[in-house]
């Protein structure tokens, strides 16, 4: 019986004697049968059926045929000789949320390269951009309601990651046309552009061009480095929720998904224990600490958004004073799972999104290929994990070229996470029918990592993780996150609260 060659695998897939003889050119569109069927359920469900004589391709909705579409891609790239082999294939994803992170913030990808990342991205049957667009080190979509945002948090002086420095200007912004193409673009492959605009941390861009909107107001600046900062968005001043409404009202109408992504990561409240407006807050509202001041801010913006029509998106930090409403989503990368497994008790869905398996900027040596695949998110709580997301954060990821071999084919097992029912995942399987379809990535120009890194153990695998620890302790992130944390206690007993 002949293995099913396809990535993601498919829920079925039944090996039939003979061949159907391909055109010259191996051109099948012309030939295709497309059928609409609402007895299929799920709209990226579909059936593809490949007889001598015909291929036809059933679904409830044009995503079906889109997703059908692209395992039919892959049979006709892997057919030898001019034959497609026989087959009917029934097929639907495991999880409803199957998506990349594309980090633009630190290093701006053209609209071009992201054109290929969705292509990419849409091979595999990824439904979803998760497009973090603004952070320490930049802003990245033309705002004309507030222009400083471009003039000035656009753009740093330089690049200092990992102690590495690279002098010159550097940064950019998306015109609103440039992003309404990439909506348009993500959409005719049935891919969701989901926006992040974290807050009320991440905000050294937003801070460096409206310092009103900190704590202490004074000088700020866009970001040269990786890392944790202590400048956060005042959560006392009305004012500052206010520019808040103001920029989502400008920002929405760019993105027509339902979801939009608000951050909540990586916030040390030290400021907020040293700002009249947050402490006064805090004592109006009879809250224990900073933590209680952050949930509260959360919901202001989650209702806002309510309000017109979207839902939040929040990383999991943001439950640290308790439980969040459930129709606000939580991606979970780091920490504690008590408070995730306690939203999702409550009906809560998460999106998984864990550091040590899915952030494929990471080396080989520290996230193997393997080891993305095997990932099994909440196993015992399936019903309430939305999807899965692979992260590619962008600090070291300054080209197109480092883009494509960290993000492939490591897309492509996250893909089959999302998409494949445990039972139906065989590493060696997929493992060979990836390396099969890198000349395929190739002809659509993303060259994926070298087959020899995959496992991280050959020598650049391992110089490459070298390299990784020399950046990560030059850049003294995690001395400068315990001095953020040993400020914060220290600032919040100062003022009587709980830390």
């Not at 309404?180 to 992040?196: F, G, L």
């Not at 290929?369 to 939305?386: G, I, Q």
Request: proline fraction near 6%.
């Amino acid at each position: 019986m002949n293995p099913c060659p396809i990535v993601p695998a498919p829920r079925t897939y039944r090996p039939c004697d003979g061949f159907f003889l391909l055109p010259s050119g191996g051109n099948v569109v012309r030939l295709l049968t497309k059928k609409l069927d609402s007895s299929i359920s799920g709209e990226e469900s579909y059936r593809l059926e490949i007889t001598p004589d015909d291929v036809v391709l059933t679904a409830s909705a044009p995503c079906g045929l889109f997703r059908g579409f692209q395992s039919l891609k892959q049979l006709v790239f892997l057919a030898k000789d001019g034959r497609l082999p026989c087959a009917v294939i029934e097929d639907s994803p495991r999880f409803a949320v199957r998506s990349f992170l594309l980090d633009s913030a630190r290093h701006m990808p053209s609209v071009e390269e992201i054109f290929r990342m969705i292509d990419g991205a849409a091979l595999f049957k990824l439904n979803r951009m998760h497009w973090h667009v603004s952070d320490d080190q930049g802003f990245r979509i033309e705002s004309e309601v507030f222009p400083r945002l471009n003039t000035v948090g656009s753009y740093r002086d330089g690049d200092t990651f990992g102690g590495e420095k690279k002098p010159g200007r550097i940064g950019g912004y998306y015109t609103k046309e440039q992003v309404k193409e990439i909506v348009r673009y993500a959409a005719s492959k049935y891919i969701e552009v989901v926006p992040e605009f974290d807050m009320p941390g991440h905000v050294s861009a937003i801070l460096a061009s409206y310092p009103e909107l900190s704590c202490h107001g004074g000088e700020y600046c866009v970001r040269t480095e990786g890392g944790i900062f202590p400048d956060l968005l005042c959560a006392g001043k009305q004012s500052v929720m206010n520019w808040i409404v103001q920029l989502l009202d400008e920002m929405l109408p760019l993105f027509p998904s339902e979801f939009v992504h608000i951050g909540g990561d990586e916030a040390p409240k030290g400021q907020w224990y040293s700002c009249e407006d947050c402490l006064r807050l805090m004592r109006e509202k009879g809250m224990k600490n900073a933590e209680e001041l952050q949930q509260y801010f959360t919901l202001q913006v989650c209702d806002y958004l309510k309000s017109k029509g979207k839902r939040a998106i929040v990383w999991n930090e943001s439950l640290k004073a308790g439980a969040l409403p459930p129709q606000i989503t939580v991606q979970y990368w780091l920490g504690d799972k008590k408070t995730t497994l306690e939203h999702m008790a409550g009906g809560g869905q998460v999106i998984a999104s864990e550091m040590k398996y899915m952030y494929a900027d990471y080396p080989f040596f520290m996230t193997p290929l393997s080891k993305t695949y095997r990932y099994d998110p909440f196993p015992h709580h399936p019903e309430a994990v939305a999807g899965v997301e692979t992260t590619l954060w962008s600090e070291y990821i300054t080209t197109e070229a480092r883009l494509h071999e960290m993000a492939f084919p490591r897309i492509a097992a996250a893909a089959e996470v999302g998409w494949t029912e445990k039972t139906g995942k065989k590493y060696a399987r997929f493992h060979r029918n990836i390396k099969r379809l890198l000349p395929l990535l190739r002809s659509m120009g993303i060259a994926a990592a070298p087959v020899r890194d995959w496992s991280g153990a050959s020598p650049r695998a391992l110089r490459e993780m070298a390299r990784f620890l020399h950046r990560t302790s030059a850049g003294k992130m995690v001395p400068r996150q315990m001095q953020n944390i040993k400020e914060e206690k220290r600032l919040a007993r100062l003022q009587g609260f709980s830390d």
